[in-house]
């Protein structure tokens, strides 16, 4: 909930009408306060009143939106999730370049640690699920991924040893805000990686590692899901250096390969996106999709698929490629499209027999992949 200073009761209600959210309320004002929960507030014209619910008189804090109203228009592109798509190398270039050394708070709440549960809703879940690999890779230890949804209403096992780490790109899921506060009730201390600076969230939690990727108005997650992506990653590799993981070469290499990737983004934006419309054409009219991938790419099939339901309305499935041949594959010829992740990586010729399992089926398969690789014959 916002109360608006410096604008009028008309514009105010103006605002609530067009979304209780921050880049509605740029064209009027940049002031807010945050009204907690088991506060009342009154606007006049005057002054602005905040009260406990007995109806003590409590001060109230004005704080600034950082946004401004640039971010929150469409820069020439025909609709906001082009530009947010578009806007991926800023965000992760910025978010690399302002990695700062490990804050001495967190590295506490860290090397106490024994155990990390991730709690997130939709696409900040699949985040959590790339997070996981990445710290058990670099970090050795062990990380348990939740949807906030189901950890609420679980018999969860955590104690005082435990960081849970909440990720949300509004901090006003109710869901996940429900697990932080399960999370607080058994001692666990909270980080959580958020994009709104102030949202609930980030008041509830013991440390925050804020996503920097300015406003995300499509209602599809793209940018705030790979500023996640990266935010996690240099996590990991702070969790790796406060665990004493790995070694400075290591540790050093990762780092670089981090800081090439805004790089890597901006290519493809650049490169693919004829590619891209053209599979696209050729496969708009398709019934239903099914995406696959291993590792850190299976997350991005499930994040795959729930962007096509989301946004071209096509029934889509997600699916970890080695759990084909456990049932799904006898699905195979109900989907008219399979949608195949096979970038270079360890399990790189895994993802190919995978494929080759599918091998009646060959003309609806899209393979994403390393151009190196482009004349393979799978
Ligand atoms: O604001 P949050 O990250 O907590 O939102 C959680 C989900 O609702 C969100 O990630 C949703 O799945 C995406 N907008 C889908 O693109």
Known sequence: TYMVEGGSAKNFARCKRL????????PYTKNVVYVKDFQAGEITREKIRLFSLRGKSQSPKVEKIRWDIESAQKSGFPHFMLKEIHEQPTVLKH??????????????????????????????????????????????????????????????????????????????????????????????????????VGSSLTRESDFVLYTHAGPEIGV????????????????????????????????????KILANIHNQARLILKKDLPALSRVAERHHNFGSFLFLGRNVNYPSALEGALKLKEISYIPAEGYAAGEM?????????????????????????????????????????????????????V
């Open 19 to 26: 979304m209780f959210d921050e880049p509605a309320l740029l």
């Open 95 to 196: 978010l690399v370049a302002s990695a700062k050394k490990l804050d001495n708070k967190l590295a506490r709440i860290l090397k106490s640690a024994n155990k990390i549960v991730v709690v997130a809703c939709g696409t900040a879940y699949h985040a959590g699920i790339v997070g996981k690999y990445a710290i058990e890779h670099m970090a050795k230890m062990p990380v348990a991924v939740d949807l906030s949804s189901e950890f609420r209403y679980r018999s969860i096992i955590i104690d005082n040893k435990t960081v849970v780490i909440a990720i949300s790109q509004s901090g006003e899921t109710a869901d996940t805000l429900a697990a932080v506060r399960e999370a607080k009730i058994k001692n666990a201390k909270v980080v959580s990686i958020c994009n709104v």
């Open 220 to 255: 599809a997650s793209t940018k705030a899901y790979t500023a996640q992506l990266m935010v996690l990653y240099l996590l990991a590799i702070n969790i790796a250096k406060v665990k004493g993981a790995l070694s400075g070469y290591t540790i050093s290499r990762y780092q």
């Open 325 to 377: 041949k456990h049932g799904p594959i006898a699905l195979i010829d109900e989907y008219r499209a399979v949608v195949c992740i096979a970038v270079n990586s360890a399990i790189y010729e895994k993802m190919i027999s995978n494929i080759q399992e599918i091998k009646d089926n060959k003309e609806k398969i899209v393979i994403i992949a390393k151009e190196e690789n482009k004349h393979k014959k």
